[in-house]
Structures are given as C-alpha cells and as structure tokens.
C-alpha cells in the first residue's frame, strides 16, 4: 500500500484583524477576517506501510521531526484514525517553501492544515471536518481557518469559523523586509487599552464587503510599528506609491497593499522594490 498526493498550501492574509481581550490562559481573543492567497506552498504526502514520519523542505533539508507542525499533524491525525479502526501507517511529507517563514502569512499553519487535508484524502474521508478542526485547534490559533479554507471570519483564538464569506477577487502586491517577527513579541507589546484612532469595527467592515469594498484593519499593527518602525515606512511607500489602502499581515512582517487590478499590482510591486530591500509578490484572492 503506497499512495500519494500533492497538494497547493496557500498564504492567508488578515483583511481585519481585532483583539477583543486578553485571556486567562495567556492568548488573545480574536475578531479576525482571514484569506487564502495564491501565494503557495506544495505539498507532497505519501503515505506506506510502517510507522515513520518524514518531513522534508527542499534545500531546508530534513526537518527536525517532533518540533515541526506537520509532524504534529500527522501523529494527531494518527491517533484519531487509529481510534476510529484505521491501520498503521507511515508518512513522508516534502514541502517546497514559497511562503516566508515568520511573515504573518500562516506558512506553517498552512502546511499543517493541508497535511491534515491530503491524509483524510488518502484515507477516504475517514475523519470528518470537525474532526479536522478539533486536531487543528491543537496545532496553532489558525490552523482551523486553512482546514476549511477561502475567506472566513473567525472568532477565539482565531480557531473558530464563525462563518464563511464570499467575496470578490482582489489583487493584493505583498511586501517582506526579510525580517521575522516572533508572534508572541507583537502580542506582548500590545497596549490593550489605549484608543485606536482609525479603528474599524466588524459591522462597518461586513457591510462594506456586501458593497463589495474591502476597508482593511489590523489593531496588531500599532504594536508592529513600535518595535519594528521599518514596517512604517513600508506601510507608507504603499500608501504614496498608490495603493487603495495597506496595512501588516497578522503580526508581520509582511505588508500588503490593495491594488485596483493585476496591472495596477504589478506597477505598485515594481515601485516598492525600487524604494526598499526585500521581496515582493503580486497575489490574488484563492479560491
Ligand atoms: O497559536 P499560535 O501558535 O499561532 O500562537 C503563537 C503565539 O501568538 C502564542 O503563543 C501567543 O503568544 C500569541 N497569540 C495570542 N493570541 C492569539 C493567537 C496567538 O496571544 N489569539
């Protein structure tokens, strides 16, 4: 019994992004809109008979098992499946990175949600999706949201799909400094008090995309920009070189700015890489 399939694994960006609380287990309680870009990752699973996990990255070479998020992935699905009168098995996993690491993207929450993705394929459906989504909610705060995919707002730590949205197709030019940002940095900087003076709230951003305007909102960003001023100044150029409107991904680095077509991104990227190092990329909305 060998069998195998290879899968895309695509960034997300947050189009809103708000924290409501700190909570007494040390995470924050989210209101956040997340997206699938077609900026991706493959994903190659295979899976035989044994018991071994393998997770490969290209160049990246052998990863170190028990600490990578897809060998967590795997042996969680494992146990479920097992549970439910599946067999043993074993699994070699090879990623080609495209997403930066550390970039507010979900690169790795991905891998792990598309891992899950391509077993329960290999396996013919065996666990169900909210199966999936409670394995994923043990992986990380929005390894659930890659689970069901598209564009959702989710609620908790992120790992609640409160509901799925249909939204039109946007072009997006993202920009990456090449710097990692460490999540928990840019959460313990946050200064939950204070007022936000362009803050957005959810009700003005749903009824916005009913009218097929996407308002872009990430409270995170305040606390981005005071350790990392450099995300500023990229967040600005966005703005002076003609993006609609930009803000950072997640908890950055990545910033992202909202172009008026492919033609227009493709301008907009071709200005931000004159002014600053790093990477750049036109991407659109994945469905
Ligand atoms: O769940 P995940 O691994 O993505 O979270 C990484 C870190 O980000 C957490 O350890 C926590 O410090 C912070 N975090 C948070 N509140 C969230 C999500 C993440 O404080 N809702």
């Given at each position: 019994m060998t069998s195998e399939i290879t899968l895309n694994s695509p960034a997300k960006i947050n189009l809103y992004l708000d924290v409501t609380c700190k909570r007494q287990d040390g995470f924050h309680e989210l209101c956040t809109v997340m997206q699938?870009?077609?900026?991706?990752?493959?994903?190659?699973?295979?899976?035989s008979k044994g018991d071994d996990i393998i997770?490969?990255?290209?160049?990246?070479?052998?990863?170190?098992?028990?600490?990578?998020?897809?060998?967590?992935?795997?042996?969680l699905f494992k146990e479920k499946y097992?549970?439910?009168?599946?067999?043993?098995?074993?699994?070699?996993?090879?990623?080609?990175?495209k997403i930066p690491m550390g970039g507010g993207l979900g690169g790795?929450?991905?891998?792990?949600?598309?891992?899950?993705?391509?077993?329960?394929?290999l396996f013919d459906k065996a666990l169900t999706d909210d199966e999936l989504v409670e394995?994923?909610?043990?992986?990380?705060?929005?390894?659930?949201?890659?689970?069901?995919g598209g564009t959702a707002l989710c609620l908790g730590r992120g790992e609640i799909i409160k509901k799925q949205l249909d939204v039109p197709v946007n072009y997006y030019v993202l920009f990456n400094p090449g710097i990692e940002i460490p999540t928990p940095s840019v959460y313990k900087n946050l200064k939950l008090t204070a007022e936000v003076a362009d803050k957005i709230d959810i009700d003005t951003f749903m009824s916005k995309l009913d009218e097929e305007e996407i308002l872009l909102y990430n409270f995170l960003e305040t606390s981005?920009?005071?350790?990392?001023?450099?995300?500023?100044?990229?967040?600005?150029e966005f703005i002076s070189v003609g993006a609609k409107k930009s803000i950072v991904s997640g908890s950055g680095a990545t910033v992202l700015g909202l172009a008026d077509s492919e033609e227009d991104a493709l301008r907009i990227?071709?200005?931000?890489?004159?002014?600053?190092?790093?990477?750049?990329?036109?991407?659109k909305t994945y469905h």
């Open positions: 699938e870009i077609d900026l991706c990752d493959t994903i190659t699973v295979k899976v997770v490969t990255a290209g160049s990246l070479g052998n990863i170190d098992g028990k600490k990578n998020i897809c060998y967590k992935a795997v042996l097992i549970a439910k009168g599946g067999k043993q098995f074993a699994a070699s996993i090879a990623i080609d990175k790795g929450s991905s891998n792990a949600a598309y891992v899950l993705r391509a077993l329960n394929e394995i994923s909610a043990q992986l990380g705060s929005d390894v659930a949201f890659f689970v069901k981005v920009f005071d350790l990392y001023p450099q995300e500023k100044k990229i967040r600005d990227k071709a200005e931000m890489e004159k002014s600053f190092s790093g990477q750049a990329w036109v991407v």
